[in-house]
């Protein structure tokens, strides 16, 4: 990682700034205010594209927040565009695991809309390095192999590190899931 020894002082504002205005936005959308959050994430987003940039880290993990709250209020679009932003920074920089949830994201993404081949092609892009998410958003196994994974039966676009980790993604997981044997020989 790049650490600026003395930093200016627009990126010390935009790091810490954008920091705490994150943690604002994740604590409103645990309160259930998505409006407050949403708005946090894009302040932080602002401060942090001013002073860090738009190649940063810290500014790839408020895309990916507002990505993911945009997921959870079915903004598809805006999702994609905040969720891509994040994929593109994070697959230059920061640490590996952040890349395979922005991944993960990306493949609930194209679930709910019904590209499960996209969902299946998103997420297997961390093959090569080991950097595959268990598709079980409470799980905090975020880098695993293929061979440590199970993939859904049924529609093969999603992947699990345990039956546990299935089952309590199911509830979410099953609006979107189909048979399609299309996505099965799709590699």
């Known amino acids: 990682m790049n650490f600026a020894v003395n930093p200016s002082i627009g990126t010390a504002i935009g790091a810490t ?3 705490h205005l994150n943690n604002e936005a994740l604590q409103l959308e645990r309160q259930g205010d998505l409006q407050g959050a949403e708005r946090a994430h894009l302040e932080a ?9 738009t190649d940063h880290f810290t ?18 679009d805006k999702a994609e565009d905040y969720l891509n932003k994040a994929l593109r920074v994070r697959t230059q920089s920061g640490p590996k695991s ?10 609930r993404l194209f679930e ?12 297997l892009q961390g093959s090569p390095d080991n950097n595959i998410a268990c598709g ?9 192999s293929l061979s440590q994974l199970s993939q ?28 399609n044997d299309a ?5």
Do not use: F, P
């Open 136 to 144: 079980n958003y409470e799980c905090a196994k975020l880098s695993n």
């Open 183 to 187: 996505v099965a020989t799709d590699a």
């Open 98 to 107: 952040d890349l395979a949830v922005t991944r993960d994201n990306l493949g």
């Open 112 to 123: 709910m809309k019904g590209d499960l081949k996209a969902a299946r092609r998103i997420r």
């Open 152 to 179: 859904c039966t049924a529609c093969k676009s999603i992947l699990y590190c345990s039956r546990r980790c299935q089952t309590a993604d199911w509830k979410r997981h099953k609006k979107y899931c189909r048979r």
């Open 17 to 19: 700034s954008g920091v």
């Open 59 to 76: 500014t790839a993990v408020s895309y990916n927040g507002l990505g993911e709250l945009y997921l959870k209020t079915a903004q598809l």
């Open 45 to 53: 987003i602002r401060v942090e594209e001013a002073g860090l940039g």
